[in-house]
């Protein structure tokens, strides 16, 4: 019996981060909303979260000030 291969998702590579990927949401993270993060790197904003988080990147007060969070 052959077996089946996995469905490829959209990035073809699910879950790796280029390095490119990585140096943009550094840059960008702490001043920029998740979700226009998410729409720039082609990534679910929960994963571009979850990907901060294990970075330990995280919002400046300047930022969080500006949405009424601090």
């Known amino acids: ?6 469905a490829a998702g959209k990035r073809g590579t ?3 981060w280029s390095t ?3 140096n ?5 993270f702490s001043n ?3 979700a226009q993060i998410a729409g720039k790197l082609k990534r679910k904003t929960d ?3 979850k990907k901060a988080s294990r ?3 995280k919002k400046s007060r300047r930022y969080l000030k ?4 601090a």
């Open 24 to 28: 943009l949401l550094v840059k960008l």
């Open 14 to 16: 699910r879950g790796t």
């Open 55 to 57: 970075m330990g990147l």
């Open 1 to 6: 019996m052959a077996k089946r291969k996995k």
């Open 20 to 22: 490119k990927d990585l």
């Open 47 to 49: 994963a571009v979260k």
């Open 32 to 34: 920029t909303p998740t």
């Open 66 to 69: 500006s949405i009424g969070r």
